[in-house]
């Protein structure tokens, strides 16, 4: 009984080393059998790569790795600077994206995560969050007076796409900011806003 149960636990314990010694045998093959043709690299770790910080010479000359046109660089911003512009200038950027359904959509999706809490699923002012106000006298919330975004008094309807686009990216009175929206899904809202306020012009 004794010897049968050793016997068992020697023959599990070799199990695995045996998958491995398998899996060690595969691997030897899988990467060296790729053939140097010079079309073809025979490492993953020997190809063809630009180094981010790869030095240009030229004619006795340094410079360091110049990025492509129209790199945008990682925490940076090609977009305009639109704490430093005037209001003016602000209500007069344009919307680069048209009204497409895909839009809408996510539109529709973003501005239930981030707008809605305060202005109400349709943007009346009437969100979970909203206090009392004028235009919602029932809310409960403790944010008060959410100013409705559609409807009879929609602040959205007077407003340009620059003028909403830039609220949402830089707040604007006692609303915070949402520049953690990716500015594309900023513009998917403003054709959103237009939309649910009877001013869609869908493309
Ligand atoms: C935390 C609550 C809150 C959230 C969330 C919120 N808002 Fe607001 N919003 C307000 C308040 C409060 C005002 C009134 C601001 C003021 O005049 O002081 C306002 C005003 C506005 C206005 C009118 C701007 C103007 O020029 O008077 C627009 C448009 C607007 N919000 C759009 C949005 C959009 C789009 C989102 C989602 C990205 C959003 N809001 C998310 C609270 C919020």
Known sequence: ?????????????????????MLAVAASFGCWEQIDD???FPQMKR??????FEEVKWNDQMQGFVPPDGTVPVGGSALPDLAS???ASQDALQNPKPASLESLKNGEVVFG??????HGPLGM???LVAGP???????TGPFPVVLPINGPTSMARVFSDGHLYTTISLGRG?????????????????????????QGVRQ
Not at 47 to 52: D, T
Not at 177 to 196: A, G, Q, S, T
């Open 38 to 40: 010079g079309k073809w």
């Open 174 to 198: 006692r609303m915070p900011n949402y520049d953690r929206i990716p500015p594309m899904e900023r513009w998917d809202i403003v054709n959103y806003l237009r939309e649910i306020n009877g």
């Open 125 to 127: 002012g009437d969100g």
């Open 1 to 21: 009984m004794t010897e049968f149960a050793i016997q068992t636990k020697q023959s599990a314990s070799l199990r695995p080393l045996t998958v491995l010694v």
């Open 133 to 139: 106000s004028p235009f919602a006298p029932n809310n």
């Open 113 to 118: 995560r981030y707008c809605q809490p305060c």
């Open 47 to 52: 190809q063809p790569v630009i180094q981010a």
């Open 85 to 87: 512009m005037d209001m």
